[in-house]
């Protein structure tokens, strides 16, 4: 029985790293449901035990179902009809299986029928979904609108919307507009307080809107009359069965296609308040995109997987002059960087989620009693973590995925350019990665302040300091040697004063930091695993060469040139 | 059917599906250590069906019979995953060495033990491919039974079964009580849900618990429990079980083993495409 999740033994790995005990009593609160629910585990083992099973459960619905429906899906694609959307057959049958597998709504606390899951299984079985079909990842990935609900919904918001995810029911997040994409600021959708009605009305226009027509949608909206910036507007949550929202067309999109993405018309559509006025863009939707960013971070993981399996399948079946083209070194050095950029990525992608975890799991129980002053510090220190680490996360991993699909396409040659092969739709799924939850260019924006305030750097300098095995120092030696490199040229970019010239090396400099922690955290597994050295070898010395690049770049860029390369 | 009580006949048998080189010892008997054990492919289609029975009407219980070793407790929990609401073992050194005729006798008598409305089972399972257990439950029950059924549904007391047969479709009517059989070509079985995985995990016959002795489930989890029955707790003859209830004895067993000889190997040619048409006219396996 083919599965994603056994048949991939990285997964298991990060499943079972030394710090998910503390991230699963924390977010366990010292298993405390066991008394109320016959369901929740009653210690870490069992817990574990219970992540291992459902992510066998979703790893067999993802090779036997969701995969095999994702050329079918990607052909047929969602219709709109009376101004509501239709999904692809496949689609349908894709939720049926994940829903009746209960598996929706995974991150919620068990009274609002979830599983309590933390995010590290969760973003797995994000990977696994995304592997089997990227479209399809969306309309189940965004179960996160829940999590921003639970964060700063009241509790009778949560009663009402909560439990219907566990049944199946669909989110979206209506951000975007035709004038505010990468910049919400500009959102004009309006809401008014309709006092006969005693309900919060919206009246205007979304578009890009990614499984617009959901039963559930957090939409971003202006409340605040006469004002223009982030500051007047509000979030607000839009049952579908209170009706007022029309889907008017869906894109025509280049891949992803088997999710609709809708242009929406609110005429007088009610909803609720999401926690309090003015603070939708400034502090939910910031919340929601992070989690929107971890989770493009593990499609493009997924992606990348799948387009990997496809390519050395291909390689390994193929024979030009006499043998299988995998055995000739162009291609065979092309298949072992995609294995290892994968691994590197994937290695990134869990230290995040468990960042993620640990201030997700402090914050919740903040809310139940104070925090020690160590308690405090753990929760700030992973927060601020999360918060740099994301955007890396999603930088990195939604290029290397483009790439990676790139490479897949090339070693299948002129096959990979006929749409008879899955790769040629991976390529395409691949290219929306780097683009929608914030362009890559706006996660340098995010990352680079890693960069400027020490942070990557400070997290570098605990790094060093693991155990590592003699066998492996000669790799933390080449780590040491990049972070001082690292050093220099942030210090001599930031010393400049100019901030225009930080802009224009941040992507350099973040990649840089990127290329270091990867390093390290694949030395780490190495540490843990003697399997994972020869990628640890390879992978560093390839982050010696790239980071050498941007190192030499630097130093030889004087100030004025950056006048050549302004547009006029 | 509001209320109505369903129960499903289901056995654990060795994967046959995806047989190696040692899949039979020496003495021809197949050689169960090396093939996993799994829950017979056709009685999952016919859990399905009670499951979605179940889904439709108010009140439905869902109960899985299994006759088996001790591990075979396995199949009940496996069902447990999928939404049935409690299952029974009938295990009991009595009982092996049973061939279909004493398998069908002490289902039967588990069966009027558990009083249902309907019966449900795969068409066969795929180690023995004999078909028979579900016609002789029934026979036993005295009970009406319809085979191959692919889908099913009620329509006021009776239920509208549509049956796979080898030239063509057939829908009958039939009333409770009944014994169904179900093809392979029936909805394949739902996957486990999280939540009941989770839960049943803990799910052990009396038997289990003894051997694992984990103090923690039976003090916290005593509502989690797969019923064990032996002969005595379905009254049945011990003369009519095992070897002395089988009529079935295996004569000889001959191992058959595929000569590469048995094989041509054709090219693409016009000429061979020839002759293997008239080969295949000549010895009428066409035309």
Same mark, same amino acid.
């Given at each position: 029985m083919a599965n994603f999740y056994t048949d991939n033994k990285d997964l298991r790995f990060h499943l079972t790293h030394p710090v998910m005990e503390k991230i699963v009593r924390l977010k366990e609160m010292d298993y405390r449901d066991r008394e109320q629910f016959d369901y929740a585990p009653h210690d870490f083992e069992d817990a574990m035990d219970n992540f291992d099973r459902v992510l066998e459960i979703i790893g067999a619905i993802c090779a036997e179902v969701i995969g095999p429906n994702a050329e079918d899906v990607d052909h047929e694609g969602p219709t709109v009809s009376d101004g509501h959307v239709t999904y692809a057959r496949g689609t349908r049958e894709n939720h049926e299986a994940l829903t009746r597998a209960g598996v929706i709504g995974m991150n919620f606390p068990r009274k609002y029928d979830g599983l309590n899951f933390p995010m590290v299984p969760y973003v797995m079985a994000a990977e696994l979904v995304s592997r089997a079909d990227a479209g399809f990842a969306n309309i189940w990935g965004l179960q996160d609108c829940g999590e921003t609900i639970l964060e700063f919904a009241t509790d009778e918001i949560r009663q009402q919307f909560l439990p219907r995810f566990n049944k199946g029911a669909t989110a979206a997040m209506d951000l975007t507009e035709p004038d505010a994409g990468s910049d919400l600021q500009a959102v004009q959708l309006k809401a008014h307080f309709d006092e006969s009605r005693g309900t919060w009305m919206l009246n205007g226009v979304k578009r890009f809107?990614?499984?617009?027509?959901?039963?559930i949608a957090l939409v971003l909206a202006r409340s605040e009359e006469g004002t223009t910036d982030g500051r007047g507007l509000s979030l607000f949550v839009y049952d579908r069965n209170d009706g007022g929202v029309i889907v008017r067309r869906i894109e025509n999109k280049m891949g992803i296609k088997g999710s609709p993405t809708c242009e929406l018309v609110f005429r007088n559509a009610p909803v609720k308040l999401v926690g309090e006025r003015r603070m939708g863009l400034i502090k939910y939707v910031m919340s929601l995109m992070n989690g929107a960013r971890l989770g493009v971070g593990a499609q493009s993981v997924g992606i990348a997987q799948a387009a990997y399996e496809e390519a050395r399948k291909y390689a390994s079946e193929r024979k030009q002059f006499g043998k299988?083209?995998?055995?000739?070194p162009a291609v065979f050095e092309m298949l072992t960087l995609m294995r290892i950029r994968i691994e590197a990525m994937r290695t990134l992608l869990y230290e995040t989620a468990r960042f993620v975890d640990t201030y997700k799991a402090w914050s919740f129980i903040a809310a139940e009693r104070p925090l020690t002053k160590e308690e405090r510090e753990d929760l700030k220190n992973n927060t601020r973590l999360a918060d740099i680490y994301t955007p890396m996360v999603k930088l990195i991993s939604s290029e290397w995925c483009n790439r990676i699909a790139y490479d897949a396409v090339q070693i299948h040659g002129g096959a990979g350019f006929i749409k008879d092969f899955p790769v040629e739709r991976l390529y395409r799924d691949a290219r929306i990665t780097s683009i929608y939850e914030g362009t890559s260019q706006l996660q340098v924006v995010a990352a680079v302040r890693g960069v400027t305030t020490g942070g990557y750097l400070a997290q570098i300098r605990e790094y060093e300091k693991n155990e590592i095995r003699p066998e492996l120092d000669h790799l933390r030696k080449e780590l040491i040697t990049l972070t001082g490199d690292f050093e220099k040229r942030v210090a001599q970019v930031t010393s400049a004063g100019n901030n225009e010239l930080t802009d224009f090396h941040a992507r350099r400099l973040v990649e840089m930091a990127a290329n270091i922690i990867m390093g390290y955290l694949l030395l780490h597994d190495a540490q843990r695993d003697a399997v994972y050295t020869a990628s640890a070898e390879l992978f560093i010395s390839h982050a010696v060469s790239e980071n050498l690049v941007r190192s030499e770049y630097i130093g030889a860029f004087e100030e004025k040139t950056l006048g050549l390369y302004k547009v006029s | 059917m509001n209320g109505i009580k369903i129960v499903v006949l289901a056995k654990q048998v060795p994967d046959t599906r995806n047989v190696g080189p040692d899949a039979m010892k020496a003495d021809g008997t197949v050689n169960r250590s090396v093939l996993p054990a799994i829950f017979n492919p056709e009685d999952l289609n016919a859990l399905e069906q009670a499951l979605r029975i179940k889904e439709c009407y108010e009140g439905v219980t869902v109960t899985l019979l299994t006759m088996g070793p001790v591990r075979a407790a396995e199949i009940i929990r496996e069902g447990l995953y999928r939404g049935a609401d409690d299952g029974v073992l009938l295990t009991?050194?009595?009982?092996?060495?049973?061939d279909t005729l004493a398998t069908s006798y002490a289902l039967a008598l588990a069966v009027r033990r558990l009083a249902p409305d309907l019966v449900l089972g795969g068409r066969q399972a795929i180690d023995g491919d004999t078909a028979q257990v579900g016609p002789q439950v029934a026979e036993k029950l005295g009970w009406p039974q319809v085979t191959y059924a692919e889908a099913m549904q009620f329509e006021g007391e009776k239920l509208i079964i549509r049956r796979r047969l080898e030239r063509g479709v057939e829908t009958i009517a039939a009333r409770l009580p009944l014994v169904v059989t179900v093809n392979g070509t029936a909805p394949a079985c739902r996957y486990r849900n999280a939540r009941l995985v989770m839960k049943y995990k803990?799910?052990?016959?009396d038997t289990e618990l003894q051997a694992e002795s984990s103090d923690y489930i039976a003090a916290?989890? *005593?509502?989690?429990r797969i019923t064990e029955w032996g002969v005595d707790a379905i009254g049945a003859? *011990?003369?009519?079980?095992?070897l002395s209830g089988s009529p079935t004895k295996v004569k000889e067993i001959e191992n058959v083993i595929l000569q590469a000889k048995e094989s041509k190997h054709l090219t693409s040619s016009n000429a061979d495409i020839e002759s293997l048409v008239r080969e295949l006219l000549e010895n009428h396996t066409i035309g």
């Open positions: 809107i990614t499984n617009g027509d959901a039963e299988t083209i995998d055995q000739f | 009991d050194r009595a009982f092996a060495g049973s803990y799910a052990r016959t916290s989890r *005593p509502f989690i003859d *011990p003369e009519h079980l095992g």
